[in-house]
């Protein structure tokens, strides 16, 4: 999984809805099917791109099953397509499987709770570079905040199934256990097995979760116990190690100082507006540094993200 341009095959295509269940308070999994060419391009998608959906023909659900802080908004006509990434890939017999994990917390996301097995819906993708492993890489620090769960989970799939060799663990945080967008519940004997997140176990990659008021896991900020980590293990060679992060932009900007201090390759994974997904309307602006130099620039989430080298990017103080 090297570097590349953002992918020559993107397209609009129509995927069929084969599953969308609710698997949280917020939270739903959407299960999608791609096929001829569509299947092709999507089979070549890679951990941390994206793909815009749109959401603008489906319909509202009943009003009585619309949160009371949405209704207004959900009165709003959705105009432009919304962002997501995949959580899972999976070409299967001449097709594309993908799953997608979303939140309601809008008119758009709130339609799309409505659409059911079969229905179709339009998709521009793939688009964006993702994560991806330089050489040398030995042991992989994947760090999760809340929704930045889905390209991390794409990202472990492919890191178990193309780099056997890779040691890879998984720190996953939230405000609080409601906030994970995870099936299920936690497995307390997992836990005890350093296997507390499923989402990460079923590859064999074992996880440390912590929530802020101690709901679930350790009770504290998932950076803490990435930090506790680095130093327990500070004899191992940074340059054979790597961090994968996405999530909160406050959480990103204290592991990337973390990672920067320590002198250790980070990627991030970023989250801006992305109105069009093509850079045409230059909504999604992240300012940059210059190599070897003091002078910055700004760079497109949509086009030259959303994965960044975390060494590039400039963190609010």
């Not at 809008?106 to 993708?125: E, K």
């Not at 991390?152 to 780099?163: G, Q, S």
């Not at 116990?225 to 959480?251: F, S, V």
Request: hydrophobic share 40%.
């Amino acid at each position: 999984m090297c570097r590349t341009d953002a992918a020559s095959d993107k397209g609009r295509f129509s995927a069929t809805i084969t599953a969308n269940v609710k698997i949280g308070e917020c939270f739903w999994r959407m299960d999608m099917r791609f096929e001829d060419a569509g299947g092709e391009a999507f089979a070549r998608f890679r951990p941390g791109q994206f793909l815009q959906i749109d959401a603008s023909d489906a319909a509202l659900p009943a009003l009585e099953s619309i949160p009371p802080e949405l209704r207004d908004a959900a009165q709003r006509k959705v105009l432009l397509r919304r962002p997501f990434s995949f959580a899972e890939v999976t070409p299967q017999n001449g097709a594309t499987m993908a799953e997608l994990l979303y939140c309601v917390v809008g008119p758009a996301s709130l339609r799309m709770t409505t659409l059911r097995h079969g229905d179709t819906v339009d998709i521009v993708g793939p688009l964006g570079n993702g994560f991806w492993v330089p050489e040398g890489k030995r042991t992989a620090l994947l760090v999760v905040g809340g929704m930045g769960v889905p390209p991390i989970r794409c990202l472990a799939k492919t890191l178990t199934a193309d780099y056997g060799d890779l040691e890879t663990y998984a720190f996953v945080g939230a405000k609080t256990v409601g906030a994970f967008p995870f099936e299920g519940k936690l497995d307390e004997v997992s836990e005890q097995l350093g296997f507390s997140v499923p989402a990460f176990a079923r590859f064999g990659i074992p996880s440390v979760l912590t929530t802020d008021d101690g709901s679930a896991g350790a009770q504290g900020f998932v950076t803490e116990h990435l930090a506790q980590w680095l130093d327990d293990n500070a004899d191992r060679p940074k340059e054979e190690t790597i961090i994968y992060a996405c999530g909160p932009e406050p959480m990103l900007a204290a592991v990337a100082k973390m990672a920067i201090e320590r002198d250790i390759d980070c990627q991030v994974s970023m989250e801006r507006r992305m109105a069009c997904g093509i850079g045409l309307c230059q909504s999604c602006a992240i300012e940059c540094r210059v190599p070897d130099s003091d002078e910055t620039v700004y760079k497109l989430c949509c086009q030259d993200g959303p994965v960044f080298d975390a060494r590039n990017v400039v963190w609010p103080s």
